[in-house]
């Protein structure tokens, strides 16, 4: 399978000032020996791929009431141990949420289900137990374990789910990007072009590297044309309950990953919108303002649900019912319920719901808008939420269920 590619330049530059760090901090200390005769290649496959195509027709923002089924708010417990700041990843697993903070508190959160603070992960040090630099965290559900990526010390470190050490293991690569784990006990990374990785040879322009729970790389998948050159600021490897999917940015397609094939599942049809010419750029703002791509994705039992960014960075988000085959884009919502959310936190899912964090700030402001303006009524148990919430408390996970379109 053939693809084109553009020339992408990205400088940002608390990455490069990271990637600094790492390099000074990694000088000197080897890889594990790396086999690269036993690597192989994972093929990429077409197979009944379904086309979705996104059109200008993009509704003006809309009641509440019209698209969302269910709803319910989690408090994620505030205490001085469970504070955190920002949120990257969520996975909600084993009656626990794992909340992932890379940029703040750089910890990992564990909650009950229920969002009673158990545990925080991520204490500096030099002790197998300890991190350098946490950089994201999948969860084996072969296993029941959790496995967090110190992107200082190149290891990935396993923990029961309850936050208890069990054993750390050497990535034979360097990787900023976030991973998963296969039911076959295989760790999926996603990767991208770095002239730390020459060890791997070829292999270091693959954007998908599988190695096995001993950390032995054994196959690649997707190869990085040699005219693109950008480097992830975003975690493109994520799951739907079992299954993992790759999202490469820019490129407006989702594949399915498993051990034996790469298989593109959806394409992103932008042919109504403004087309991208041109063969390169020299500033990375240029391209990404001329080009149509999806931001945020996320796939839960029944729908998709993505933020489309289109030419002068403006955002619209769409819902995309997998039976029906029906697909909605939206401006945004206008609350006629005690429903809400915040796109910018990002978006994940749980069996037949989609999860958001959404601020105290946000849900306090709603039920003022509610009581002063609307008056709509709302549900006992989140005006509990809303009344115990104070302004400096954790985020609030929010799940989601969507009408049939």
Same mark, same amino acid.
């Given at each position: 399978m053939k693809f084109s590619y553009i020339f992408l330049i990205v400088i940002i530059g608390t990455s490069l000032f990271c990637s600094g760090c790492q390099h000074v901090f990694q000088k000197g200390r080897p890889f594990p020996s790396v086999n690269l005769d036993s690597v192989m290649v994972v093929p990429m496959q077409e197979q009944q791929v379904e086309i979705i195509t996104v059109t200008h027709e993009i509704k003006e923002p809309t009641p509440v009431s019209q698209l969302i089924e269910d709803f319910y708010y989690v408090p994620l417990e505030t205490t001085e141990a469970s504070l955190f700041a920002y949120c990257n990843q969520i996975e909600l697993y084993g009656h626990r949420i794992f909340v992932f903070d890379r940029h703040g508190t750089e910890k990992l959160f564990i909650f009950s289900d229920k969002g009673k603070f158990l545990k925080s992960l991520g204490e500096k040090g030099e002790a197998p137990f300890e991190f350098f630099k946490p950089g994201s965290f999948a969860i084996d559900r072969e296993k029941d374990q959790l496995v967090i990526y110190d992107n200082m010390k190149r290891k990935w470190m396993r923990f029961t789910l309850d936050g208890k050490f069990i054993a750390s293991i050497d990535v034979p690569f360097t990787t900023i990007c976030n991973f998963q784990i296969l039911p076959s006990g295989e760790y999926v990374t996603a990767t991208h072009k770095t002239r730390m990785n020459t060890h791997l040879g070829q292999y270091a322009d693959y954007r998908i590297l599988y190695t096995d729970s001993t950390g032995v790389l054994r196959k690649a998948a997707y190869d990085i044309a040699e005219t693109e050159h950008s480097a992830l600021v975003y975690d493109p490897v994520g799951r739907n309950e079992e299954d993992v999917f790759y999202v490469p940015i820019y490129l407006n397609e989702v594949y399915t990953v498993t051990d034996t094939a790469l298989t593109l599942k959806y394409k992103f049809d932008y042919s109504d919108f403004n087309?991208?010419?041109?063969?390169?750029?020299?500033? *990375?703002? +240029?391209? !990404?303002?001329?080009?149509?791509?999806?931001?945020?994705?996320?796939? @839960? $039992? %029944?729908?998709?649900?993505?933020?489309?960014?289109?030419?002068?960075?403006?955002?619209?988000?769409? *819902?995309? +019912?997998? !039976?029906?085959?029906?697909?909605?884009?939206?401006?945004?919502?206008? @609350? $006629? %319920?005690?429903?809400?959310?915040?796109?910018?936190?990002?978006?994940y899912s749980y069996k037949d719901y989609f999860m958001a964090l959404v601020s105290p700030s946000t849900l306090r402001g709603l039920k003022m808008h509610i009581d002063q303006t609307t008056h709509y009524s709302i549900r006992e148990d989140n005006k509990v939420v809303f009344e115990n919430l104070k302004e400096d408390d954790n985020l609030v996970l929010v799940f989601f269920k969507i009408k049939d379109l």
């Open positions: 087309p991208f010419e041109k063969e390169s750029y020299e500033d *990375f703002r +240029d391209y !990404r303002l001329s080009h149509t791509y999806v931001h945020q994705y996320a796939e @839960n $039992d %029944t729908h998709l649900m993505f933020v489309t960014s289109d030419k002068d960075d403006y955002r619209f988000v769409s *819902f995309y +019912d997998k !039976r029906s085959k029906k697909l909605i884009n939206l401006a945004g919502f206008y @609350n $006629d %319920t005690d429903f809400v959310m915040d796109f910018g936190s990002g978006l």
